[in-house]
């Protein structure tokens, strides 16, 4: 699975880290499914095409999101996320 590089970006201690996506042609039917390291989860953000990740280690792992609509299906590319405790 082709991950974009790290930026080592690091947030402020606490702090969410947002994902989003464009989608072109929603209709009211869309239907985004959240998954992390391939396995569904329920977003508490509900059906969005936003995911709000808590700084949690339990957290860490690869994110993507299944988007249909009704009449097809499609991918979105994965991101990898990891929160680590400093010290």
Do not use: H
């Not at 499609?74 to 405790?85: E, G, I, L, M, Q």
């Amino acid at each position: 699975q082709d991950l974009p590089e790290s930026t080592g970006d690091c947030l402020d201690v606490g702090r969410s880290v947002f994902i989003g996506l464009s989608v072109n042609g929603e209709t009211p039917t869309t239907t985004y499914r959240w998954r992390r390291n391939g396995m569904p989860f329920n977003n508490p953000q509900g059906n969005t095409s936003f995911l709000e990740i808590y700084p949690d280690e339990l957290n860490n792992g690869v994110y993507d999101c299944v988007i249909s609509n009704g009449c097809s299906t499609v991918f979105s590319k994965a991101t990898r996320v990891a929160f680590t405790s400093v010290e």
